[in-house]
Every structure is written in structure tokens, then in C-alpha cells.
């Protein structure tokens, strides 16, 4: 019995209702805190920091499927998991549109629902290769920042037409329900993106309010009861215990769009000020097996991982290659598995591998013009890491 | 007799006062239009564009001197030379200021006068490599389009003291006299530049009211009568012809900061939202000799060019390295002359090259952890080409 159900069972036991049609479409996953301790520490992710909840799971467990399983699925959070009554629950949507609304999750759920599968990733995935030159702050993730997922929910498209954007639009914030402490006080996670990107409709719409993912109700980890999913952008900008929308002429002030999530040298003012936000995400990729270090006979060695594309709309990957020589010569992986757009890309390659092979590299290109080069200039906050992926390993 | 005497004897005769002390310091270079024959087309510079005027020296004439001589100084413009009546011609300094001010040239002269070496370079420099990929709009640059030199005026960050910065003030915009014909309409050159850069005085000023460029006023080419220099940004943020100043808590709507000057790889309206203004130049450099496709004999060739520190403060030059095998191995080049923050440097090397040569090399790194990568991502405008600059020779 794998987790997936038990957690659908744990819902149903708590009270929570079916996930489509019923009067709360939305299952009451979560609001027993004890919910929570559904994903143990260090069982199916490792944690890099318990408080708040910050994990990824093991590179090997990652790639064996394409949809990641919510259980192996990183978690980004800035503050605790918030406790919300969804009897309680209001999304509200204001500022410049000509009709503010006040949806509470039955009213969102008349809106037509829409399903896409698309990968996140934290801007932060790869960050503790940038320790090498020079320590980074943040959480210290490795490669496991990155997760494939089925999201269910409304476009955001179909919202703001109902709340009708006005013509001085250009740029839609989002705003948590959580509660992060700052120096300057608490606040809640937040960001914005362009008016442009909020605006794509049809099939893969810019963004979606997501109140699915995988086919269950979100776990408090992944937002629920209602969070934003943004195609192609970084992790940070899907913000998650969506509650407040905000149409502006303005990208948003909240610190995590105005400040944080910026390559930047250093962390001084005018280092914030020079950068802007980022938005996509660009090619990455990494080598998921062997394992770092393994001992492996001379001969022939499995290789296998993952390359995410840019998230431009319709880039897809155009080359994954492998060198086992330090980057002097390169032999072609080959594609695994499903290929979609603004989803990762799971690929496999058998090299030769001799004493003299110290590591594996990886890099990748993409149809947008993408492609993971030899080295990535240091930033402070170590985002963006996507040079060519180093798996040291020993040959006996 | 110099080009540079020449021009200051025309500028007596029409005239001009000498450059400072005198009732209008600012010489009256450029009332008389016929003065702009004074750099005639295709003498001293290339010109890739002559309506609006748009030229770069011969690399081999760049590199002869630290300090760049006016006539063989890069020239970038998006319309005619204004012909301002200095007489006429008031500062305004508005927005976000306890007292806006309207200065006439003797009143900014009262201010305190600031002396800096910096090195000016358009965004677009090296853009015609990117063409080799896929063509890139915007002038045609080769690797002409930067230089050095002495700047005189006045600090902006006294100016702004004088006129009493509000608190909540984040960016201020320049404005020129210039006037650009665009779908939209005419619209004077902009671009606006973080308060904390503006805000920065002392030695090395974030930016500076210029009226001479190596000891003499202004060309109108160059700006005439007062221009923006912003020591470590690209240079269209060093605004010619500058009229007007505003002080605001955004950054300016002007298309050259808005729209133009961001790295994009499509040129929709979504691209340019997700993309921030350009402000810091990274480093970069070329080889200026010998000549591209020389034929060499074989043996040991001298090699020359520049290198340019990112234009972060404090940042110099780290290392700078030949390769004649296409990147597999670097010798180190010797800097040669003058060395200063926000400045070029100069460098040579001897190396041997035999009938295998195709092509030589250039790397280098400075201490902002800057460094020319392999390659750089294509961008629709073509800015910031940075890559390992390659001379082809043929070698005999």
C-alpha cells in the first residue's frame, strides 16, 4: 500500500470529503496538525532544515519516475505550515481590476478546471557547489531541489478576466498565508509575476491556483489548501497558502520577490536595487546515479539523471551528453521516459570508465538557445547553479 | 598639430571661453553646427551607423594609450546631435527632493569640481559575434566600443545633497536633449540608476555631471554640454546631452531603461517584464594585435589588447591569458601601463605559434570573481558579449 493512499485514507478518516464535486472540493488535509508528521524527518526527504521544513530527497529515489511521488518531492518552505479552517478560507483578488472578488473554495471550484504537469525547482537547487569558492547562505540544497508533478486547479487567467484587469496592468502578486519572521517583522511569503505571464490561457496557462497535486489534495507542505503553480519560473514564484492577489502596476514589494531570489555579489543595498527579480529558471540538469564516490570496476558504468529545460514556453531538451574525461570529449545520453514542456527530462547513458576517470560530467543544451556551461560566476545568495553536473567517482 | 589643439583653437575662434573660471566655463563647442565636421566620417572611427552617428576605432589605434583620445573614442547616439544654446540651457533637477533646482552652467559650476578616469562601453560591445549564432539587431559593434578617459564635473551626489533627497527615494532618472524618433513618438534619451550608486561620493563619485572629456568641453558628439558619467555601468546609463534629472522611488519609464538595454531572447513585451535593466558592464576584453586573419610566420608573435575589470567597485584585473590551441592551455599576458578602478587595462604577450595555429585566445578574471566564459547565452539585442575573445591568424 503505497503512501499516496494512506494519506488519501488518513484524509477521508479526518473528515475530508471526495476530491471533485462535493460541496468542499477541497479535502480538509492539514488542518489537524498532526497530519503533518505524514512526511517524517529524514524518511522520504533530507531535511536541511526542520524549522521551517526545507528537504529533498535522494537523487537515486528522484529519478525512478517521472512524476515525482509527493513524498519524494522537495519541500521549500519559509515559516511553519500555516493551519487553515477551510470553512474559513477566502481567496481575495484587488487592486487594479474593475471587480475585486472574495472567492471561497466552493466559488473557485465553479471556475473550469484545468490539469498540467510541470516541474519546480528551487532557484537555490545545486547552491552547495557554489561553497567550493566561497561559502553561500541559504539552505544547502544538492541537486534533489526539483520535482515533476500532475497539478490540478483554475487557470489564473480565468480569475483575473472574471475580476477584469484593467488597462495599467502589469504585474499579479501573490501573497501567502503563512507567517515569516523578519527582522523588520513578520510577513507573509510573496512575490509577483508579469501581467503577461498571468495572462496565458489555454492549455498550459501561465499560471494555475492549484489545489491538487498528483491527484490528491496538497499537503500542508505543498500549500493546501490552494497555492500558485508558474510554469517555466522558479520555485519561489509558486507561492504556496495563496490568499491575497493583488493586480499592479508594480512588480510586488514583498522581500522575497523585491529582495531576495536576486543574483547578486554581495548582500548590500545597491546590489538589490542593480538586480532584477529572477523569473525562469534556466537549463540544469544533474548525475543522479551512481551514487558521489561510488567504487566502481573499470568498464562499463549505468549512468542516469535528469535535465530540466529553461523554462522558456516550448523548450525542450536538444542534447544531454556525458564525459568522463573532464570535459575534453562528450558521448550522448539518451532520453527516457516522458518529454513534455516546462517538465524535466529523465535520460540514461552507458559509459566506459577506466583508473584514470576521476569523475562523470554532464551538461545539456536546450531549444531555446540554453545550455549548462563550464562554470557559473559565484552570487551570495548561490542561485542559479546549473554548470556542467561533476559526480566524482572511484574507479578500482 | 593635434586634432585635440585643433578643436580647441575652432572652439576659441567660435567663441568658446577657456574651460574653467570664467563666466561660462562650459565652451560654447557645438553652437555652431558646422563644428560637428570636426570627426569626419570613416577618419578616426568606423562608422557602423551615420544617421544616427554610431562609430568605433580601429582596434590596433585603441589600444596606443591608456587614456583614449577624443577623436578615436567610441561614438554611440539614437539621434542627431542636439544644438543647445548654452546660454539657454537650465538643469532641472525634480521628483523626489525637498528643492528642485534649475541650474544654469555657472551655478553648477559653484559646485565642487571632480576629476575620474573611467572607461566608458556600450552593452553592445563585441555584438557582431553573437551573429554568428543568429543575427542580433542594434549596431553592428566589433570589439570598438569602449574607451577610457579623463572626466570633469560635479559630483550628481552633491547635486542631490543641494537639493535635499527624500526618504523614500530608490532611483534617479537622467534625461537628454536629444530627440529620438520612435513608433511611439519622439523621446529624449533616459535611463535612471539606483539612488545608492547616485548617493555615493568621495574620490570616486557613483556618478558625475560632466562638461569635459580629457581636458577639453565636450564634443557634441560626446555629449556637449553636459553629459552623465557612470563609472562601472554600461554606457547608456552615462546620458548625453543631460537636461534633465528626477529623482524618484522607481526606475525610469524611459524605453532605454524600460524596454531597451535587458537581456532578452525574443523581443516580447513578457521578455522585457521578466527582464531586469543592465547597470554593471561584466568583464571583458579583446585582442586588438595583430590584425584578425594576419599572416603570421611561424614562431613567436606579439599579441596586445584590453581587458575590462566588471564594473564593480574595487574589482581589477586578476588574470589575463593567451591560448593558441583553442582553450586547452593559457600563457599569461604581462599588463602593461596604467592601472585604476573602473579602468581598462592594457596588456601584451609574446606566444608561439606554428602552421597548426588557426586562432588566438583571450581569457581573464578579475577580483570580483568576474572571469570571459567559453560562451555566452545568444540575446536578441546582442548585449554583453563576453566570451574568450578569438583572433584567427594564419600562420606561414
Known amino acids: 500500500m503505497s503512501l499516496d493512499w494512506n494519506r488519501r485514507e488518513l484524509m477521508l478518516a479526518a ?28 524518511k522520504d526527504l533530507i531535511f536541511r532544515t526542520t524549522d521551517p521544513r526545507n528537504g529533498e530527497p535522494e537523487l537515486a529515489q528522484l529519478v525512478k519516475s517521472w512524476i515525482t511521488p509527493v513524498k519524494h518531492f522537495y519541500v521549500r518552505s519559509h515559516a511553519p505550515n500555516p493551519v487553515i ?46 561553497n567550493e569558492e566561497s561559502k553561500v547562505g541559504g539552505v544547502q540544497w544538492e541537486a534533489g531541489a526539483i520535482g515533476n508533478a500532475r497539478w490540478s486547479g483554475f487557470a489564473l487567467a480565468d480569475v483575473l478576466h472574471q475580476a477584469g484587469v484593467l488597462e495599467d496592468a502589469k504585474h499579479v502578486w501573490f501573497e501567502g498565508l503563512d507567517q515569516i519572521q523578519r527582522p523588520q517583522g513578520v510577513i507573509p511569503f510573496g512575490g509577483s509575476i508579469p501581467i503577461e505571464k498571468a495572462m496565458v490561457g489555454g492549455e498550459m496557462p501561465g499560471a494555475l491556483l492549484v489545489d491538487q497535486m498528483n491527484g490528491s489534495a496538497l499537503t500542508p507542505d505543498h500549500g493546501y489548501p490552494l497555492r500558485t503553480v508558474v510554469p517555466g519560473y522558479i520555485g519561489a514564484r509558486s507561492v504556496k497558502w495563496l490568499g491575497k492577489i493583488v493586480v499592479s502596476d508594480q512588480p510586488s514589494p514583498n522581500h522575497y520577490l523585491a529582495t531576495a531570489y536576486k543574483i547578486v555579489k554581495k548582500t548590500d543595498p545597491i546590489d538589490w536595487t542593480e538586480s532584477g527579480p529572477i523569473y525562469r529558471y534556466p537549463i540544469n540538469g544533474a548525475i543522479a546515479t551512481p551514487q558521489p564516490q561510488a567504487r566502481v570496476p573499470a568498464g562499463v558504468v549505468d549512468v542516469s539523471g535528469y535535465v530540466l529545460p529553461s523554462g522558456r514556453p516550448g523548450s525542450r531538451v536538444q542534447r544531454i551528453q556525458i564525459s568522463t574525461d573532464g570535459g575534453s570529449t562528450w558521448q550522448p545520453a539518451k532520453t527516457t521516459g516522458q518529454s513534455s514542456e516546462f517538465c524535466w527530462q529523465l535520460w540514461k547513458a552507458r559509459v566506459k570508465v577506466t583508473p584514470g576517470t576521476k569523475a562523470l560530467y554532464l551538461r545539456a543544451t536546450d531549444t531555446a538557445g540554453g545550455f549548462m556551461p563550464a562554470r557559473v560566476p559565484w552570487n551570495a545568495k548561490g542561485y542559479l547553479q546549473n554548470r556542467w553536473y561533476r559526480l566524482p567517482i572511484s574507479v578500482t
Do not use: H, W
Request: proline share 7%; with cysteine; charged share 20%.
Open 85 to 130: 479552517d477551510i470553512k474559513q478560507f477566502r481567496l481575495t483578488v484587488e487592486g487594479k481590476v474593475r471587480k475585486p472578488l472574495t472567492l471561497d473554495l466552493n466559488q473557485l471550484s465553479q471556475m473550469p478546471r484545468q490539469q498540467v504537469t510541470a516541474t519546480l525547482t528551487c532557484a537555490g537547487n545545486r547552491r552547495t557547489e557554489f
Open 15 to 42: 473528515g475530508g470529503l471526495a476530491i471533485t464535486g462535493l460541496e468542499f472540493p477541497l479535502a480538509t488535509y492539514g488542518q489537524d496538525p498532526a497530519s503533518q508528521s505524514l512526511d517524517p524527518l529524514g
